[in-house]
């Protein structure tokens, strides 16, 4: 195996995310501006692993990797999309770590959202950041929902996905 899959592979046990502000705001930003208030806008969160940590560095967007794949009012990614998200993960030397995308209300997974997660590996975790990112939004504000596999989901909302979530 090679030793990025091993890495990716570590990064799936990992249930706590650590960002930078300046990450962070830059990336609630850019999705707000994405949406424009009136569409949903995501994006894969790309970083390290430290320990039981995964460490967001940076993020693409999913609309850069596959131009369409906000078109249809639901985030939708194409099969070369992620070959360019693995390119870029190489070119970096990053690993996913997680998603991130805007819903039109709550920050709750909807029915597609729970059987279709972004990577389907056991570990993922998935963001979902309320009112299309609109005003300030803070990690109390987001779910953090943890992929169980077999389209089974742990989600943890206010001070618990807060303290999952954390700015440094």
Request: hydrophobic share 40%; glycine share 8%; charged share 20%.
């Amino acid at each position: 195996m090679s030793r990025r899959f091993m890495k990716f592979c570590k990064a799936m046990n990992s249930q706590l995310l650590e960002l930078p502000e300046s990450v962070w705001a830059g990336l609630i930003d850019d999705l707000r501006r994405r949406g424009g208030g009136i569409r949903e806008a995501g994006a894969f969160l790309l970083g390290e692993l430290n320990g039981a940590t995964r460490r967001v560095r940076t993020w693409i967007p999913y609309d850069d990797l596959d131009a369409g794949a906000l078109a249809q009012g639901y985030v939708r990614l194409s099969t070369a999309a992620f070959t360019k998200l693995w390119a870029k993960c190489s070119e970096l030397e990053m690993v996913v770590v997680g998603d991130i995308h805007t819903h039109p209300k709550g920050p709750r997974q909807s029915m597609s959202d729970m059987a279709n997660p972004m990577i389907s590996q056991a570990g993922h975790v998935a963001l979902i950041v309320p009112n299309y990112a609109q005003g300030k939004v803070t990690p109390s504000d987001v779910s953090l929902n943890i992929y169980q596999g077999a389209k089974q989901w742990n989600s943890f909302f206010g001070h618990d996905a807060q303290r999952r979530i954390q700015l440094v």
